[in-house]
């Protein structure tokens, strides 16, 4: 199930994909290494296929659901 955000959130990186798409009008393939792990971004829209167009310090791409997770998500707590 993927999840699901609201544009104009905040999203964090928590897997790198194997390559990166942008979200330009004819998107490109781009090496991964264009955003970090624990990077933030924001949601700019929902494309078809389950992917998100987030902004980056470096631009905007397009994300699948299983790579980000919303910033405003509470953190697992280890003391339970």
């Given at each position: 199930m993927s999840e699901e955000f609201t544009i104009g959130s905040k999203v964090r990186v928590v897997a790198l994909p194997?390559?990166?798409k942008t979200a330009d009008?004819?998107?490109m393939?781009?090496?991964p290494d264009v955003i970090q792990l624990g990077e933030e971004g924001i949601v700019l829209d929902r494309r078809p296929g389950g992917y998100w167009g987030v902004r980056f310090?470096?631009?905007a791409f397009?994300?699948?659901s299983q790579y980000i997770q919303?910033?405003?998500q509470p953190a697992e707590n280890p003391d339970g």
């Open positions: 194997p390559y990166v009008p004819m998107p393939l781009r090496p310090a470096r631009g397009l994300m699948d919303s910033v405003n």
